[in-house]
């Protein structure tokens, strides 16, 4: 199909898509924050059902599925990440325990109480940090954990700039005893929570975007879309020079109870 027989919504989405599938993650984090998370996860067997969700190409996820035993499944939105994500598996001789699946994180299909562990990294946002804890938390065993990272504030007050930044994107951002908080209110033990250090950002997140942006615009040069998509991009990177110890994404480890 020509994309004059697409909606302008379809080709901006597909581009959208096509600018997240070129780099490595599609959200701040690494594989040491990965093992460090887990490093809180004690309950995990050959038998085990993991679930990642809004997992991208699967960059954590792999990281994942090297350390536990058990059947990984990765579900994102996106059926391009989701076939990105089952191609790295292959690679990776894992496809026989990680399996990608196209799917929305709002209305999942798995049976009630089978999950051992819900992995959800820079994605809960997608429906809410208490929304997700909430309706996730009927798909986990008794005993279960959640682990997830959220865009959480380390001060009570921060600059208007910022301030505006984030009620513009995603109002649910805040502090980290009240996520914590949230986060027993819906029924699970706060186990652990930790700053994802800098580096995720830096090293992980923006330095590989960087690369992939000028070769992107170059190759979609003329699409407003494009420019309009790197200008955001780029002012999210402004951004977090400038007011980085205001905030940052936080890992939350729970446990069912
Ligand atoms: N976990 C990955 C990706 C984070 S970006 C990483 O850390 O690199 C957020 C992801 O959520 C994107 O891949 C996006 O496609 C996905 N997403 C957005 N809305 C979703 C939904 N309703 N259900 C499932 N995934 C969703």
Redesign the pocket.
Known sequence: MSNENKSIHDFDFNLICEYFSSVE???P?SPEVTLKALSFIDNLTDSSCIAD????TG??TMTLAGNVPGQIIG????PE?INIFNRNAEQLNLSDRVKGIT????NLLFEKESLDLIWS???IY??GFERGLNEWREFLKTGGYVAVSEASWFTNERPDEIHDFWMAHYTEIDTIPNKVAQMQNAGYIPIATFIIPETCWTEHFFAPCLKTQEAFLKKHAGSKTVEELIAGQRHEKELYDKYKEFYGYVFYIGKKI
């Open positions: 993650r599609q959200g984090g969700l809004g997992c991208g960059g954590q579900l994102d939105l996106f990440f799917g929305s994180m709002d990294e820079g994605a997608n429906i």
